[in-house]
């Protein structure tokens, strides 16, 4: 995925006078690469499901934000190391290295509104959010889709979980859900894609745009990620013949 968002994101923000097989050829390599970072972070929630441990979380966490940073710098055309970012519920941190050193603030508003829906039924949990680098929210009844009741439920990149867990099993369902927070990060990538027309439609005075430019980052890659689930949901039988299921079940219980 790192590799195909790399390769044609860089292609559709080719400069001019660059050539198409140079630049989708970049891509795809610096894509890759972001790619085995966040395969790599998935690897750290396992740790953390087994562990408990903040340090697994938080490392996950980063390495993540790291992977997806490269796989987004490359679909942008950009280099590797030109742009970092680090999100925190619907918060998204960004670091610039190019020139001269800079901080950026930014909304995610799908991530908002997801967060706001589930604040709405549930109570923030200050001590797991910290814990994991994710928001968290505790309910005391929770459902989906496939099941009447679960025990834990991901929207775009926030968690709720049913109250009164045990420490085990807790953290066995907040790692499966990250992994779902970080299947919304995958999908960060093909944002880039949209460079050229956002920069064609926003590209004005309007005080509404411009506000909107420099305070929101508009995260398309939660309509892509909702879309793909419910995809997958056609002709489902059991509850992981889903292939975002397989992934989060995958790696919170049984990576070897």
């Given at each position: 995925m790192g590799g195909f968002f790399g390769g044609f994101g860089a292609v559709i923000n080719k400069k001019p006078n660059e050539k198409i097989g140079k630049v989708f050829v970049k891509g795809l390599w610096q894509g890759s690469f972001g790619g085995l970072l966040t395969y790599k972070s998935k690897q750290f929630i396992y740790d953390f499901s087994n562990s408990g441990d903040f340090k697994d979380a938080w490392a996950s966490k980063i390495l993540n934000s790291i992977g997806n940073s490269v796989v987004h710098n490359a679909a942008s055309n950009t280099n590797f190391w030109e742009k970092w970012y680090l999100n925190f519920g619907f918060n998204r941190f960004e670091f610039s290295l190019k020139d001269k050193f800079k901080i950026q603030y930014k909304i995610m508003p799908l991530s908002l509104l997801a967060t706001a829906v589930s604040a709405t039924n549930g109570t923030f949990d200050f001590k797991n959010s910290i814990k994991t680098g994710h928001f968290i929210f505790k309910r005391n009844k929770i459902s989906n889709d496939f099941?009447?009741?679960?025990?834990?439920?991901?929207?775009?990149?926030?968690?709720?979980l049913l109250n009164n867990l045990s420490q085990k099993i807790e953290r066995k369902v907040i790692a499966h859900e990250v992994i779902h927070v970080y299947q919304y990060n995958d999908f960060s990538n093909i944002?880039?894609?949209?460079?050229?027309?956002?920069?064609?439609?926003?590209?004005?005075?309007?005080?509404?745009?411009?506000?909107?430019?420099?305070?929101?980052?508009?995260?398309?890659?939660?309509?892509?990620?909702?879309?793909?689930?419910?995809?997958?949901?056609?002709?489902?039988?059991?509850?992981?013949?889903n292939y975002f299921e397989k992934e989060a079940d995958y790696y919170s219980h049984k990576f070897k």
């Open positions: 099941e009447i009741s679960a025990i834990g439920i991901a929207s775009l990149n926030n968690i709720s944002n880039p894609f949209f460079n050229k027309p956002k920069k064609l439609f926003l590209n004005n005075d309007n005080k509404v745009v411009q506000f909107y430019r420099k305070w929101f980052y508009s995260d398309f890659n939660g309509l892509l990620q909702t879309a793909l689930y419910e995809l997958e949901n056609q002709n489902r039988v059991g509850y992981y013949d």
